[in-house]
């Protein structure tokens, strides 16, 4: 039998976890600071769930992965972690508004497979449910930027408002849903200019509607200089006192993008992306925004406003693998005993009970053996506990980086 992978699933080594892992706990501290708290939801759903009208859409049910139980219930995979919460908000009425909540979970898409996006993947979410204050979409705006400085990433959040793409469809005089529209729109920032044109044009807009919505969409300029030019063609435009007050309100690099438009059907003010400035991405690092009727749809209990920002942990950890940022091991000090196993024993749990990760042979290698493991494993501290040491009540002490040795105690290795 030939062992394989599922299509689009991958393997993690200890190299490749250790940096994922280091990335959810930073993104974990960002989302602490912001008020946030943890949140797991199951990764099976009903499937009349996902399927819901509030929920995602028609685009997201075709990558949808569908399954019945051995009592024939149509369960799926869930493709996200926005339509569990709305559904766990629905189903506990006693919760306090704003709920803050951040999530970070495997999600599942059965879509086409590329080096930057796989079947089954982690999401990193927050979202703040029950309130409609604009405040809230400039926090989670904060939160990005500070998720990226953290990181040590070069990026930036662009930031747009689907009313008033909807408002930008209307001036074009197109009198049929927008969703679809919108859902090209989506695509510029990675098909172009040209492709979003003939895939407006396959779908029945004019040449006239093509070329107001692709003039609208291209005003260049400062965020205040697009704003300006979009209120002489919209001046009762909602979307647009919507991006203005938001924005008053942001401190840092935050761009207005008119081309921004999110492809899930539930978004209904604020919409947001996180993009390196390079565009050595050929997709976002996170993108969220404000979804006011999912959740009270779920709930049929009237409006229950929510905004939120997904980051995705695959094209982060794409970037800093990429900027050598990856480590081997977690691994700090590595002890070589030389005839010394019990007293090594004793001093790697004293040493692990101050706080320190320690390993030690445990094959009885050679000197020069436990040396190439250390290197290759890229582990930064050696220790060589020998009957010379062991007399000394002293250990000898090497730093893999430079060959420096030392005589020191336990004290001194602590500090």
Same mark, same amino acid.
């Given at each position: 039998?030939?062992l394989?992978?599922?299509?689009?699933?991958?393997?993690?080594?200890?190299?490749?976890?250790?940096?994922?892992?280091?990335?959810?706990a930073?993104?974990?501290?960002?989302?602490e600071?912001?008020? =946030?708290?943890?949140?797991?939801?199951?990764?099976?759903e009903r499937? *009349?769930?996902?399927?819901?009208?509030?929920?995602?859409?028609?685009?997201?049910?075709k990558?949808?992965f569908?399954?019945?139980?051995?009592?024939?219930?149509?369960l799926?995979?869930?493709?996200?972690?926005?339509?569990?919460?709305?559904? =766990?908000?629905?189903? #506990?009425?006693?919760?306090? =508004?704003?709920?803050?909540?951040?999530?970070?979970?495997?999600?599942?898409?059965?879509?086409?497979?590329?080096?930057?996006?796989?079947r +089954? =993947?982690?999401?990193?979410?927050?979202?703040?449910?029950?309130?409609?204050?604009?405040?809230?979409?400039?926090?989670?705006?904060?939160?990005?930027l500070?998720?990226?400085?953290e990181?040590?990433?070069?990026?930036?959040?662009?930031?747009?408002?689907?009313?008033?793409?909807?408002?930008?469809?209307?001036?074009?005089?197109?009198?049929? &849903?927008?969703?679809?529209?919108?859902?090209?729109?989506?695509?510029l920032?990675?098909?172009?200019?040209?492709?979003?044109?003939?895939?407006?044009?396959?779908?029945?807009?004019?040449? $006239?509607?093509?070329?107001?919505i692709?003039?609208?969409? @291209?005003?260049?300029? &400062? #965020?205040?200089?697009?704003? +300006?030019?979009?209120?002489?063609?919209?001046?009762? @435009?909602?979307?647009l006192?919507?991006?203005?007050?938001?924005?008053?309100?942001?401190?840092?690099?935050?761009?207005?993008d008119?081309?921004?438009?999110?492809?899930? *059907?539930?978004?209904?003010? %604020?919409?947001?992306?996180?993009?390196?400035?390079?565009? *050595?991405?050929?997709? @976002?690092?996170?993108?969220?925004?404000?979804?006011?009727?999912?959740?009270?749809?779920?709930?049929?209990?009237? $409006?229950?406003p929510?905004v939120?920002? &997904?980051f995705?942990?695959?094209?982060? !950890?794409?970037?800093?693998? @990429?900027?050598?940022?990856?480590? /081997? %091991?977690?691994?700090?000090?590595?002890?070589?005993?030389?005839?010394?196993?019990?007293? *090594?024993?004793?001093?790697?749990?004293?040493?692990?009970?101050?706080g320190?990760?320690?390993d030690?042979?445990?094959?009885?290698?050679?000197?020069s053996?436990?040396?190439?493991?250390?290197?290759?494993? $890229?582990?930064?501290?050696?220790?060589?506990?020998?009957?010379?040491?062991?007399?000394?009540?002293?250990?000898? !002490?090497?730093?893999?980086? %430079?060959? /420096?040795?030392?005589?020191?105690?336990g $004290?001194?290795?602590?500090?």
């Amino acid at each position: 039998m030939e062992l394989t992978r599922a299509k689009g699933t991958e393997d993690f080594p200890p190299e490749k976890k250790i940096l994922r892992e280091e990335i959810v706990a930073t993104l974990k501290k960002v989302f602490e600071r912001y008020g =946030f708290n943890p949140l797991e939801t199951p990764i099976l759903e009903r499937y *009349s769930t996902l399927s819901a009208k509030y929920a995602g859409g028609a685009e997201i049910l075709k990558e949808t992965f569908k399954l019945q139980d051995q009592g024939e219930r149509e369960l799926g995979l869930r493709y996200d972690l926005t339509v569990p919460l709305a559904r =766990f908000i629905a189903m #506990n009425p006693q919760i306090g =508004f704003p709920f803050k909540r951040y999530q970070i979970e495997k999600v599942f898409r059965d879509g086409p497979i590329t080096k930057a996006r796989i079947r +089954e =993947f982690w999401q990193c979410d927050v979202d703040v449910v029950g309130t409609k204050n604009l405040l809230a979409d400039a926090e989670i705006i904060q939160l990005a930027l500070d998720a990226l400085k953290e990181l040590s990433l070069n990026g930036t959040v662009k930031v747009n408002n689907r009313k008033l793409l909807n408002e930008i469809i209307t001036y074009a005089g197109i009198t049929a &849903s927008p969703e679809d529209i919108i859902v090209t729109i989506d695509k510029l920032y990675k098909i172009g200019k040209k492709e979003v044109e003939k895939e407006l044009e396959e779908k029945g807009l004019t040449e $006239e509607q093509r070329k107001l919505i692709m003039s609208m969409i @291209s005003i260049t300029g &400062s #965020n205040k200089e697009k704003q +300006e030019k979009l209120k002489k063609k919209l001046p009762k @435009s909602q979307g647009l006192q919507e991006i203005q007050e938001v924005l008053q309100y942001c401190k840092g690099d935050v761009e207005f993008d008119i081309t921004l438009a999110r492809g899930l *059907s539930y978004y209904t003010g %604020t919409v947001f992306e996180i993009v390196l400035k390079d565009k *050595s991405l050929g997709c @976002s690092l996170g993108g969220g925004g404000r979804y006011d009727n999912m959740i009270g749809g779920f709930a049929n209990r009237g $409006e229950i406003p929510a905004v939120g920002i &997904s980051f995705g942990l695959e094209p982060i !950890f794409t970037v800093l693998e @990429s900027l050598g940022k990856a480590k /081997k %091991t977690t691994t700090q000090i590595y002890i070589i005993p030389i005839n010394t196993l019990k007293q *090594s024993i004793d001093l790697a749990q004293k040493l692990r009970s101050q706080g320190l990760n320690v390993d030690l042979d445990l094959n009885g290698r050679n000197i020069s053996k436990n040396l190439n493991y250390a290197n290759k494993n $890229e582990i930064p501290y050696v220790i060589f506990l020998g009957d010379v040491e062991v007399k000394m009540k002293k250990v000898k !002490f090497r730093n893999m980086k %430079t060959g /420096k040795e030392q005589l020191l105690d336990g $004290e001194v290795i602590k500090q």
